[in-house]
């Protein structure tokens, strides 16, 4: 059994709740036991090592980072505690990203209680990202078999800073693009009534038995939380 096969809005209900609970509390040994379950959520999620080693690497520099500083004007133990909550988020939200089909992103919003308008402004948002990157990689294709130059010919500031520049006039073309994009899904949404009233969606969801434990365990998660707060302070 995989990760995908949950209904989406059991699994957006999981990482909210557990993503709450690791902000609410605050003792350390609560933390090692967010952190190590999610964790066991990502392991569980199957994701490949290749798929997610370039963002553990960012996430670690940022990390590191924010440790540094923190440890400028906190305690070590505060500074260990921010760090390790960092992890237990990083881990949970790589948990939902990388299984998380961007097509049922509207379809799950609106099912859990949104407006349509909010539903489908996260769904286009999903697939906003990767057209961009897409449309970025075919202008730079495009210009490089024209014999534009983008390769740095050593490590040189200079080269640095001249490749740079000669990346600015490429973002024009996609930004337009994108603006265009954008004016033609307008456009087609008002010629089909969008916000007139409610919508119908292609898709449909239904929950199962092992749906409900999860969200059910998910709220559990949370009070933990909550009392483990309270209680431990």
């Known amino acids: 059994m995989r990760i995908e096969s949950f209904d989406p809005r059991a699994r957006v209900t999981f990482y909210v709740c557990l993503t709450t609970a690791v902000l609410v509390v605050n003792d350390w040994r609560a933390l090692v036991g967010l952190a190590l379950l999610s964790g066991g959520a990502l392991i569980f999620a ?5 798929r997610m080693k370039r963002i553990w690497l960012g996430a670690v520099v940022f990390i590191a980072l924010i440790t540094a500083l923190n440890l400028l004007f906190r305690s070590p133990a505060e500074a260990a505690q921010q760090a390790l909550r960092a992890v237990a988020m990083a881990a949970a939200s790589l948990t939902i990203v990388l299984t998380f089909d961007p097509a049922d992103l509207g379809i ?3 099912r859990m209680g949104f407006p349509d308008k909010f539903a489908f402004a996260l769904d286009l948002t999903a697939r906003f ?3 961009l990157i897409r449309d970025f990689q075919i202008t730079i294709d495009a210009q490089k ?3 534009y130059e983008l390769e740095l010919r050593d490590r040189s500031l200079k080269s640095i800073l ?5 990346f600015v006039p490429l ?3 996609v930004v337009v693009r994108a603006v265009l994009d954008a004016e033609d899904r307008a456009n087609a949404m008002d010629l089909r009534a969008f916000g007139t009233g409610p919508r119908t969606w292609l898709q449909t969801l239904h929950l199962r038995p092992r749906d409900y434990a999860l969200i059910a365990a998910s709220f559990a998660l949370l009070a933990g939380g909550v ?3 309270l209680l431990l302070g």
């Not at 199957?46 to 290749?50: A, C, K, L, S």
């Open 46 to 50: 199957r994701v490949p090592w290749e």
């Open 108 to 110: 799950t919003f609106r």
């Open 129 to 131: 990202v990767p057209t």
């Open 145 to 147: 078999a024209r014999g």
């Open 162 to 166: 001249t490749v740079g520049r000669r």
């Open 171 to 173: 973002i024009v073309p």
């Open 227 to 229: 009392a483990a707060r």
